[in-house]
Nanobody
């Protein structure tokens, strides 16, 4: 079955950077668009970024545009989220997700078929 394992979260200070990784197994990686979502305490899960299977098309939430960058390595079955200039409001559990057989990208959580367990990011002020 599809397995997504996130890593790279941690406790950082405002302005710092982090790179999250999501290693995928049990799937043909290039059959999937990939995305990152996050959920802060007491809030609903929200879209962060997504990337097409080719890596050519990307989408970002307005709140992270220009600070976060999604990329993928299809040889390593891994998707990344580079997070720069982190803010306290970026504090959340970050989830990797896979969207089967989509040529472009979706920003809707309901379109993603498989999810990781999440990795915690805490940004202190």
């Amino acid at each position: 079955q599809v397995q997504l394992i996130e890593s790279g979260g941690g406790l950082v200070t405002t302005g710092d950077s982090l790179r999250l990784s999501c290693a995928a197994s049990g799937l043909i990686f290039t059959d999937y668009a990939m995305g990152w979502f996050r959920q802060a305490p007491g809030k609903e899960r929200e879209f962060v970024a997504a990337i097409s299977w080719t890596g050519i098309t990307t989408e970002y939430a307005n709140s992270v545009k220009g600070r976060f960058f999604i990329s993928r390595d299809n040889d390593k079955n891994t998707v990344y989220l580079q997070m720069n200039t982190l803010k306290p409001e970026d504090t959340a559990v970050y989830y990797c997700a896979a969207d089967y057989f989509r040529g472009g990208v979706s920003i809707a959580a309901r379109d993603f078929d498989s999810w990781g367990q999440g990795t915690q990011v805490i940004v202190s002020s």
